[in-house]
């Protein structure tokens, strides 16, 4: 190498001695701050995806890459938006070793991701091809977006022998072959040196409810009817009673029978009513709740139904379980969520096939299978209909008119939002299954996603789990979220001036209830899951419930006068 080209290479060279971080992969990118390391390419007039910037940070566990381009593109597949888009890691920072994409770099891993094709090329072996599972690697979204997450385990060992990163410094390229896009640009190096800084250790998520009378939805893809898989009972009863949902919606049951799905609710949550648990079904959607389903609905793979909610709550519950066209049916996928956006906006105008009360909550839930374009996740958000001539014109979903919503749930063991994962596939990990929801109406008080495979022996004892509990079940892992309803939003307002005291709160035998107006009042005392305890009508200002008989805990006190204003309390049994 001559003087002149050491010179440049030199001047060219940048070395990072980054900041360590704790990291999401979870599509959502505002962990990555300013303040970690980017790199940022020259201004580049070119055709196709051109590659802007990429961040990197670690933590003890994993190398982070953040990637942005000029444009959408679906990482995993290059066929949508066309793309040819490489990752080139030189792992032991040695230019002279691994597979030569350049006099400045030697890859140890290469990674095709449009093709999903990964290789490796360590010392003194051949160059061979692994899949994403053998270097364990996560990327976030799995839909188009200019801006993509990427982690890779340092204690990865691809091939059984090499571990992947030997040095405390990495060197990284990448590479848009199809406009002959490199970053950095030839003639310039990016090495990055790990930070061995500790930090926030992610915070473990707890499975059980926070309060009893949240509203528990689950959205749970069964795998080809593996719920009559009599070899995959054991594992489904234990995750089940260990969720213990309110509302659950299976996918990919279809040959299962309400009979059979309800025998399995009965016995493993018997609910101690009369009717126990009530099961609806629609081809390959089967919907499962605690509560009387009123109403229902037939939408392409789309299953509303409206569930008559304890009084208690002071509203009924619209839930739609959703499992959505697969893979490459882009065009199917968006006339189906075309679909439910119209459904959703004729249900908050008066006719048509379905008319709700104002402020009624929605939930929309279900493997969505969103692989390809982001179109579909924008609509069930912002109701921005594509196809209007069939559908009509889009317009927001909530009742405020802003956009529905979608906490990206993390698992509740590492900080990651991945839904499905199969090893044998050369797919990495994705999130496929969502729960989209009124949140003008609706708290999401907590959700997650539960992994047994990624949860520790300690805290797979506290539930009574068991490791390959969720591999062994499905190929989709269940996601659950808690909510709570606003009730000041709910179209019959609660009316506070009516009453005046209730006490003592806590009580032990009884409970007193003062009330301002002298008039007909009904009384009903609700259990934390909504079953109704004792009830009472009486024309009075001053009420005495005699609680004695009922066990301790936490109960809803609904107090409705004759005008049909109600004012809901909680109150706790001692």
Known sequence: MNKLLLTILILFSFYSYSQSASIRIDGNFDDWTSDLTTFTDTNESLDGIDLLEFQVT?????????????????????????????????????????????DDYGAELGIQFGERVLFNNFVNTPKTQVNFSEVGLRAAPTVTSKEFEIAIPRASIPDGINPLFPSPSVKILIRNRTNFDWLPNLNSVFTYTFDETPTTPYQPVDINKSDDSFIRVVAYNTKLNSLLDTNKLDEYERLIKVIQPDVIGFVESADTTIEYIKSLFDSWIPLGTANGWYVKKHGGEVTVSRWEITQEWDLDRQFPVLIDLPDSYGTDLLYTNAHLNCCGADDRRQRQVDEYAAFVLDAKSPGGQITLPKNTPIVYSGDLNLVGLSNQLATLLTGQIQNVGTYGSGAPLDWDDTDFKHDNALQTDIPMAYTWRSDGSNFPPGKLDFIIYSDYVLNAEKTFVIQTEEMPSERLNLFGLQEFDTSTASDHFPVVADFSINRNTLSTKENFVFVNKVFPNPATNKINIQLNVFDTYNIHLYNAV?????????????????????????????????????????????
């Open 58 to 102: 670690n933590d003890a566990e994993y190398l982070y890459i953040k990637v942005k381009a000029n444009k959408e593109f679906d990482l995993t597949d290059g066929d949508i938006i066309p793309h040819n888009f490489f990752m080139y890691l030189d792992t032991d920072n040695d230019s002279s070793t691994g597979f030569r994409v350049r």
């Open 530 to 574: 909504g079953n109704l305890i004792l009830t009472t009508e009486k024309e009075t200002n001053s009420i005495e419930l005699d609680i004695n008989t009922i066990s301790g805990g936490l109960y809803h006190l609904a107090i409705t006068n004759s005008k049909g204003e109600r004012k809901f309390i909680k109150v706790l049994k001692k």
